[in-house]
């Protein structure tokens, strides 16, 4: 079915492009490749089959104003490992349910995907000193601020840190509206966006109205059409109001807008379309399947699950359709499949198949996609359709196009460790170690790191199954560890490690936490250490980040894992450096790594030096990032739903930019 409307592509070449200065607006980070903020921007296949969204004054208006940066990229492979561990990264550390002691919400790797209802910032900040002393502080910055990145960042922190339930008079999300005029794209785009965040029912009817560019919206923001990047962020708002609210009618009503929009700007280019489908992918709607008759599936694509599926399919199928909306809609039907009813299953499995199968003449990025649905629709049990995903995921490493390859092993990884309905589920799972194992001790220097990853995210599945973490698997690792030293490699290992939680790796793993030779490896081993608990190495990781300040990736890892530790000694020594940091980058590593292990000392500082006048501009907008950070009411960064199983290199430019740092995968 789809196999015959696929844009028949040979897989093109990877084009990496090295930029030697830029800044990035709305307090913007960067996920990878690799997790070095310095390192390259990838801009992937080079010859995506339909046409894209321009950037500038002549496209989307991305905007052009300077604000908080993670510094100049330059060169670096695309398809590295790295790069999905840097989109990936959150959902695995966990960081703020590590500082909460929390107990795993949820027993399917892949539905931790949005708000579990616990919030992380009792551990770190009171609600006291949120409602009374940090909200009122950027409510103030608001008031009286001129400076875009400092509202940018303002605006997004107050999102972050209110939990709509205490807004009870609707002061912020009055603030949040109040700034979707600016005449600053970014501060509009900033606003659109904390309304999603901040959760708000009452926020829908304002998101719908500015995605579909209605004449109210335009009214109320004097304008005489809604920018496209500000429907866009509206859109992705859309999703994360949606998926925060257990009320079907609130998921139906987003949904359905998401649905109208992405019919409505057919041929307008891909922002607004993409959002629709990354954000419809949150979103499925009850019942699952309507009962006889059930024409109205066939007109109002949200009333039900079926329903939805039928939509995407058919948006899929679309002979004309751009490459890099195509690209995003196998993940969100397989969002919607999985835990569906077997008929919505079958659906989806076996065109999926179709597009990774031996004889595909699917593009690059459809294969990529396909490798990633699969691996969220199959378990490891002894069901004809999940024996076949998996063999087509062990055939998929090495044939095909050269990073679906790599995916590939990701998704049998995540098949392999969840837990099927029927017999065999340890069948499935041995298997999927085996292969795993097998490729670890291949020839191939660049499936090998791979394969560890992969290692890696199965036995953390299993653990938050409540298993422990298979002792072989670990001593492979290990093994592996000792015999290939390259930092590339070396690095996976590292991560891997601490995603098996292998606490006996730390006589390994602590000499790469120490060396200075590489930044990224040893920002991969610090930040192992706290993945797997090593309390022993507390004051060795508290020196590696005192010697940090003008090396922001392993600054920024150093004090993860010390946040992972329970450890915030350092906390006076960050704030004291954001204060003064010399340049961007140091600015947006000290108020990350502050985030990560700053608590109640870092709030009176951090609120004085929002509001003072005799700080630079730039670093008042990074205390605001730091107490939004410090303040976040989520388990998980507001933007993870988006970053995961992300055909990242045909982003339109509203959700992953790494050269302006606009998308909304770049924001704090």
């Known amino acids: 079915m789809w196999a015959a409307l696929q844009l028949r592509s040979a897989a093109p070449s990877l084009l990496v492009l090295g930029v030697t200065s830029v800044v990035f607006a709305h307090g913007g980070t960067y996920y990878g490749p690799g997790n070095n903020p310095s390192t390259g921007y990838p801009m992937g ?28 990229p330059g060169a670096a492979d695309p398809t590295s490992w790295g790069t999905w561990w840097g989109l990936h990264r959150a959902s695995y550390l966990e960081l703020r349910r590590a500082l909460l002691r929390a107990p795993v919400a949820t ?67 009055a603030a949040l509206r109040a700034h979707l005029g600016q005449t600053n794209q970014e501060v509009g785009e900033s606003a659109a966006i904390g309304l999603g965040i901040l959760g708000a029912p009452s926020a829908a009817t304002t998101l719908v109205a500015l995605l579909r560019d209605d004449a109210a919206a335009r009214k109320e923001l004097g304008v005489a059409s809604i920018p496209t990047r500000t429907r866009a962020f509206a859109g992705y708002g859309l999703g994360l109001l949606g998926l925060r609210h257990s009320n079907p009618d609130i998921k139906r009503f987003c949904a359905q807008a998401l649905c109208t929009a992405y019919e409505g700007d057919v041929g307008r280019g891909a922002d ?19 009962g006889p008759p059930a024409e109205l599936g066939a007109s109002v694509p949200t009333a039900s699950r079926s329903a939805e599926i039928d939509w995407l399919v058919r948006a899929f199928a679309e002979p004309r359709q751009d490459e890099a909306v195509r690209a995003q809609i196998p993940v969100s039907l397989a969002r919607h499949a999985h835990g569906s009813a077997p008929a ?23 294969q ?8 969220l629709l199959g378990d490891n049990d002894e069901d004809p359709f999940d024996r076949r995903i998996a063999e087509v995921l062990r055939q998929s490493t090495h ?101 098996c939680k292998d606490a006996s790796a730390r006589e390994a793993i602590q000499p790469y936490a120490l060396r200075t ?25 508290r020196e590696v980040a005192r010697a940090s300040r003008h090396r922001p990736i392993v600054l920024r890892d150093a004090c993860i894992a010390l946040g992972l530790l329970g450890d915030h000694e350092l906390v006076p020594v960050l704030v004291g450096w954001l204060r003064d940091a010399p340049n961007v980058g140091q600015l947006s590593a000290t108020a990350t790594a502050l985030g990560w292990v700053g608590d109640q000392r870092a709030i009176d500082p951090l609120c004085e030096m929002l509001g003072s006048e005799q700080v630079p501009d730039r670093a008042r907008a990074f205390a605001a990032v730091a107490l939004g950070l410090i303040c976040e009411k989520d388990l998980l960064p507001w933007n993870a739903v988006y970053s995961r199983d992300l055909v990242w290199w045909l982003a339109p430019p509203t959700l992953f930019d790494p050269i302006t740092g606009t998308g909304i995968l770049d924001l704090l």
Not at 346 to 365: C, F, N, Q
Not at 368 to 375: E, I, P
Request: with cysteine.
């Open 399 to 499: 044939q095909g196009d050269r990073y679906a390859r790599k995916l590939a092993y990701i998704a049998l990884a995540r098949v392999g460790s969840r837990e099927g309905t029927v017999g065999g589920r340890d069948i499935g799972l041995k298997n999927a170690r085996l292969f795993l194992a097998d490729e670890l001790h291949g020839d191939d220097g660049q499936s090998r790191p791979w394969a560890a990853l992969a290692l890696g995210v199965l036995e953390h599945a299993r653990i938050r199954l409540g298993e422990t973490a298979s002792s072989e698997t670990a001593a492979s690792l290990r093994a592996a560890l000792a015999k290939h030293d390259a930092p590339l490699e070396a690095g996976a290992y590292c991560i891997a490690l601490g995603l």
């Open 368 to 375: 990529q996609s396909a490798a990633t649905a699969l691996g």
């Open 272 to 290: 607004v379309r993409v959002a629709a489908i990354l954000a419809l992918g949150l979103l499925p709607v009850e019942p699952d399947q309507l």
């Open 107 to 173: 027993r399917d790797e892949d539905a931790f995907l949005g708000f579990s209802g616990a919030t992380s910032n009792q551990a770190r900040a009171s609600q006291e000193s949120i409602r009374g002393r940090v909200v009122p502080a950027l409510l103030a910055a608001l008031e009286r601020e001129r400076n875009p990145d400092v509202l940018s960042g303002a605006l997004l922190a107050l999102a972050k840190s209110t939990d709509a339930n205490s807004d009870a008079e609707g002061r912020v999300a």
């Open 517 to 541: 030779v590489d930044d990224e490896l040893q920002a991969s081993a610090c930040l192992a250490l706290g993945m797997i608990g090593a309390t022993e190495s507390l004051a060795a990781l």
């Open 344 to 366: 919505n299953q079958d659906l989806v499995h076996r065109p999926l198949l179709e597009l990774l199968g031996a004889r595909t003449e699917a593009s690059a990025a459809l």
């Open 45 to 72: 296949p080079a010859s995506p089959t339909g046409p894209t969204t321009a950037g500038g004054p002549s496209g989307t208006g991305v905007p052009t104003g300077s604000g908080p940066s993670t510094g100049a």
